[in-house]
């Protein structure tokens, strides 16, 4: 059968696909850059092969249908230059909502009202808790430090989804460069998604990761011996990024008023947890409810005894799932909890109360010209 590619050109109700994507078929191999992938045009390329038929590859399931070009790789030159891994560069190199299946698209599309913004609008601020996930669908972002911009956002793109994801306040501002709308996404109901749509999740594990990485060339000039950073510029996940991308030794330090937390690295490994009295995988979520803070990397051998094991982001992404349970059930319990206002006592100088048979209205025997305002006390010391 030989090498082939085959490439989205039209596609209705496709739950894996968007037109554009590319298989690259290698027997016994088939790469897909993204995180499903559909078997049907494969098997109706390998009967079309069969019975010498050429064009497209037109193919359908239930519910949803497609058509693929073929192309076949040269075996002596590769011409079509398509190899695996630029799959997963070419799918990067798209807009977010683009590197998604189309329902999973809509289902973002249609999970939050639209809102529009003119040019110099502030759409975050940093150091605000932000509960929504924004999508753009027209106008152009930049990302600003201050009066730096330090990265720009176009439409298709999404932002917001680290500060939501941890529940910590926003790093950096967003503001508006051209007029806009956006699609904001409730909290809840993108974590409603994120369990729906595995596809989702691991697009955005990636587009952090890169993102992530975007900002390491300036952390590791903030990471340098005896250089301070803070925690609210940046957080505490884009540091242990940083120095796990760049295989740093040492050990971080992050002091606050009140508390002082370390973190030993080995090789880029996080391989040492304490903040405060509380050591080991535990101390991540204690240090995820840090917003503030000032912190310094020492570029040393990491001589403090091992309490963490796991691969780091593993743990990372472990203490972030636990310090979000904790905090919703936190605001569950906060709204749910009933107001209680205890009655004032009375005091020894307070007249006593009467009720008029008549009316059952309270009256005061000794008259006071200021007792009528005195509410809290009248209630309480009415018996049923």
């Given at each position: ?354 009720l008029d048979s008549e009316d059952s209205s309270p009256t005061l ?20």
């Amino acid at each position: 059968m030989g090498s082939w590619v085959l490439e989205a050109t039209g596609l209705a109700n496709c739950q894996l696909h968007r037109p554009g994507d590319r298989l690259l078929l290698r027997p016994p191999a088939i790469h897909h850059a993204g995180s499903g992938c559909c078997l049907v045009p494969f098997l109706k390329l390998r009967t079309l092969l069969r019975s010498a038929g050429e064009g497209d590859v037109k193919c359908s399931w239930i519910g949803c249908s497609g058509t693929w070009s073929a192309t076949q790789e040269l075996e002596n030159e590769g011409e079509t230059g398509l190899e695996p891994g630029l799959l997963e560069s070419d799918l990067e190199s798209r807009p977010f909502l683009l590197q998604l299946p189309q329902a999973v698209s809509l289902a973002l599309l249609n999970s939050g009202p639209r809102k529009e913004f003119l040019a110099k609008d502030l759409v975050l601020t940093s150091g605000q808790i932000n509960h929504e996930l924004f999508l753009v669908i027209q106008g152009k972002l930049e990302v600003v430090e201050g009066d730096l911009r330090v990265a720009t956002i176009e439409r298709g793109e999404c932002f917001g989804e680290l500060s939501i994801l941890t529940r910590q306040p926003v790093s950096n501002s967003v503001r508006c460069i051209t007029p806009c709308i956006l699609v904001a996404i409730p909290r809840d109901r993108f974590h409603e998604l994120l369990s729906r749509f595995g596809a989702l999740g691991t697009l955005l594990n990636r587009l952090l990761a890169r993102r992530l990485r975007a900002s390491n060339q300036q952390l590791e000039r903030i990471l340098r011996p005896g250089i301070w950073g803070n925690l609210e510029i940046f957080p505490f996940l884009s540091v242990v990024q940083s120095i796990q991308a760049g295989m740093m030794t040492g050990l971080l330090t992050i002091t606050r008023s009140g508390g002082r937390a370390v973190f030993g690295f080995d090789k880029g490994r996080l391989r040492h947890g304490q903040c405060g009295k509380i050591v080991g995988a535990d101390s991540l979520l204690e240090i995820f409810r840090w917003t503030n803070g000032i912190f310094r990397f020492q570029d040393e051998p990491m001589r403090l005894e091992p309490n963490i094991f796991g691969e780091t982001m593993a743990e990372l992404l472990d203490a972030l799932r636990r310090f979000d349970e904790i905090q919703l059930q936190e605001s569950t319990d906060s709204a749910s909890a009933p107001l209680e206002i205890p009655p004032a006592p009375l005091t020894p100088d307070e007249p006593p109360l009467t009720l008029d048979s008549e009316d059952s209205s309270p009256t005061l025997v000794d008259e006071d010209p200021t007792s009528e305002f005195d509410i809290g006390r009248i209630g309480a010391s009415i018996k049923p």
